[in-house]
């Protein structure tokens, strides 16, 4: 089973953009409960964005507008589109994903990736 994979990361300019890509292992990969979360220096970790139990996309306020979350599901791979970087979007960023998954419940966030690097500079 291992370890979600994410790649992608990396050091941009201001307005620019990143796709970042999380490679699940077949045997969890779910069409729900996929998420993007990402941790700064000193912070708690967030969730950027995600698709929920029920299938809808969620974002946090600061990432609305710019960025996507997508899937494929023939690949077991999830993505995060980030358009129009900030610096404030400079973090950690980790995919996770619910073992479990059930639509009659929220999901739970335990299995997780070892993060990929996103630097974006003003």
């Known amino acids: 089973q291992g370890q979600l994979v994410e790649s992608g990361g990396g050091s941009v300019q201001a307005g620019g953009s990143l796709r970042l890509s999380c490679a699940v292992p077949k045997d969890i990969y779910r069409w729900a409960c996929s998420a993007w979360f990402r941790q700064r220096p000193g912070e708690e970790r967030e969730k950027v964005a995600s698709?929920?139990?029920?299938?809808?996309?969620d974002y946090a306020d600061s990432v609305k507008g710019r960025f996507t979350i997508s899937q494929d599901p023939d690949e077991a791979t999830v993505y995060l589109q980030m358009n129009n970087l900030k610096p404030e979007d400079s973090a950690m960023y980790y995919c996770?994903?619910?073992?479990?998954?059930?639509?009659?419940?929220?999901?739970?966030?335990?299995?997780w990736g070892l993060g990929t690097r996103v630097t974006v500079s003003s």
């Open positions: 698709i929920e139990e029920n299938f809808a996309m």
């Open positions: 996770a994903a619910d073992s479990r998954w059930s639509p009659a419940r929220a999901c739970s966030w335990d299995v």
